[in-house]
Each structure stands twice: as structure tokens, then as C-alpha cells.
Nanobody, 123 residues
Framework: VQLQASGGGLVQAGGSLRLSCAASGRTFSWYVMGWFRQAPGKEREFVAAISGSGGSTKYVDSVKGRFAISRDSTKNMLYLQMNSLKPEDTAVYYC?????????????????WGQGTLVTVSS
């Protein structure tokens, strides 16, 4: 599976962005997909994940109610709608995939990674 993330940029606090991740290769709908982020000087952390069917999702507490993960298997696309952005959301965001039906927040459980897209939220 090859992943290509896009949609990052500079936004003011309170604003919105939608990240996209284009997937190619093996059957997209088989894979659990996730978004992770890495802020300057910090470790990469889990943000959100979605099941192959799209019926189950998981979020880190800090983004619940503000971010929404979704997927369109007809287009092999993964999305992250980010609303009410805060300066602490500033990070490089990565999409990732794992060939399993189990949602997980563990970084090492994801075998496939995109290149990352930078989100900067100004105060």
C-alpha cells in the first residue's frame, strides 16, 4: 500500500482544515486506516483511526468533538476533517494503514505510512 497525504497548511486558531490521504496498491477496504501527528520536539502520537468498513472509529481524547475521520473506499481516500483548531494541533500529520480488522492506537501496529503534511495553527 502506498499512501500520499495532503491538505495541510497555515490556519488561524478556531479555523478548519481537511486532510486527505490517497491510497494505492492492495485492496484499500481491507485496511484499518489511521492518522498520527508529530509536533516539533515530540514523539509521534495517535490521532484517529477508522475500520475497513468505516463503521468504527477511535480518537485521542484531545481531538474528540473537533476532528472527524472518514474514508471513501470507492476512491481509495482517507480524510481527516479538523475543526476548531488550536495552536497545540500544530504538527506534521501522517496517514497510516494496517492489514488488520482491529482498530489500534499503537504506532508500531501500522506497517504503511504516508510522507506527512504540515498543519500550522496560529494563535
Amino acid at each position: 500500500v502506498q499512501l500520499q497525504a495532503s491538505g495541510g497548511g497555515l490556519v488561524q486558531a478556531g479555523g478548519s482544515l481537511r486532510l486527505s490521504c490517497a491510497a494505492s496498491g492492495r485492496t484499500f477496504s481491507w485496511y484499518v486506516m489511521g492518522w498520527f501527528r508529530q509536533a516539533p520536539g515530540k514523539e509521534r502520537e495517535f490521532v484517529a483511526a477508522i475500520s475497513g468498513s468505516g463503521g468504527s472509529t477511535k480518537y485521542v481524547d484531545s481531538v474528540k468533538g473537533r476532528f472527524a475521520i472518514s474514508r471513501d473506499s470507492t476512491k481509495n481516500m482517507l480524510y481527516l476533517q479538523m475543526n476548531s483548531l488550536k495552536p497545540e494541533d500544530t504538527a506534521v500529520y501522517y496517514c497510516a494503514a494496517r492489514s488488520s480488522t482491529a482498530l489500534t492506537t499503537t504506532l508500531s501496529q501500522y506497517a504503511y505510512w504516508g510522507q506527512g503534511t504540515l498543519v500550522t495553527v496560529s494563535s
